[in-house]
């Protein structure tokens, strides 16, 4: 349904927009003929204010499902925040990052997708602050890929290691269908340092079960020094990725050699030689203090 406040958004009439949404407030939750509400068409044609002014009027506006399931705030994440609404999009409605589309996908699933560092890095502080944070990070799609199994065939290795798809695949699995050598590396636990007694503990905790280290690092962030908290967020992503080497390295198989003979020097120039965006936003963002 074609609304007046459709047209206005499309052109950017804000005042026309404004009188119609008093007289009629239901306009800004109907969806057009291509699926798309008011806010869809105002953020997608680049109307800022439109699209401030619209959320004045129903905050709530941000989880309006259009075609496909789309809020806006998915198509922000799919194309960047190069307008700066996410935050006015977060802030009133944090829990617009559990939204998912009909392929079951978050927004962090699509931002991982498209390479959005901007998004992440606003999306994950909101994230961290929810009890409800690793169900968000650990969701399937449709195709049963969470966000380790999406950043794996982009090339960008991170998240739960157990988790499997529709096919049965591990991210691991993943990387070897692609021919990801990096990944694979990473996968199959190369190049973990041995940095300090806190990783150490870390990897105790990890035989028992990876998310009590996690929670482990998260509590203790505040209490390491900057340079250990920043080894450690590196080891964090590697730990939550690898395949423990004891279970998938048998004893002389052709990972295991490399593992051990790794220093810290010749770690340091990998990490240096690995700056991905991923690397420094995604498992850093999330465990990072706030």
């Known amino acids: 349904m074609e609304t007046p406040v459709h047209i206005s958004a499309e052109e950017g009439c804000i005042e026309f927009a404004m009188e119609m949404m008093n007289l009629k407030p239901s306009f800004s939750r109907k969806l057009n ?3 798309l509400s008011p806010l869809h068409i105002a953020v997608r044609k680049g ?4 699209a401030l002014r619209l959320l ?8 309006v499902r259009g075609k496909k399931g789309k809020t806006p705030l998915h198509y922000l994440s799919k194309v960047g925040n190069q307008l700066g609404l996410l935050d006015t999009f977060l ?3 944090p829990d617009s990052i559990q939204d998912v589309t009909i ?6 699933h699509i931002a991982i997708q498209n390479n959005r560092l901007d998004v992440l890095q606003l999306l994950i502080p909101t994230l961290k602050r929810k009890d409800y944070h ?3 990070v650990n969701r399937k799609d449709k195709d049963g890929n969470t966000a380790l199994h999406i950043a794996t065939i982009h090339n960008q290795p991170k998240a739960d290691r157990h988790a499997t798809n529709e096919v049965g695949w591990t991210a691991l699995g993943v990387a070897q269908q692609h021919n990801n050598r990096e990944n694979i590396t990473i996968l199959q636990g190369c190049f973990i340092p041995v940095v300090s007694n806190f990783k150490r503990k870390l990897e105790k905790q990890f035989v028992m079960y990876v998310t009590k280290a996690s929670l482990l690092i998260f509590q203790n962030m505040d209490d ?10 590196v080891i964090l992503g590697l730990l939550l990725t690898a395949t423990y080497q004891a279970t998938l390295s048998p004893p002389g198989g052709v990972w295991q050699g490399e593992n051990t003979s790794r220093s810290k020097g010749s770690f340091d120039e990998w990490v240096q030689g690995n700056q991905s965006w991923m690397n420094r936003s995604f498992f850093s963002s999330i465990f990072q203090p706030i």
């Open 33 to 35: 003929h291509q699926g």
């Open 224 to 233: 390491i020094s900057a340079d250990d908290s920043n080894a450690l967020l």
């Open 134 to 136: 690793w169900e968000v």
């Open 47 to 50: 109307h800022k204010e439109m």
């Open 56 to 63: 004045e009027i129903d905050k709530h506006l941000v989880r």
């Open 91 to 93: 802030e009133p409605s």
């Open 103 to 108: 392929e079951n996908r978050t927004a962090l």
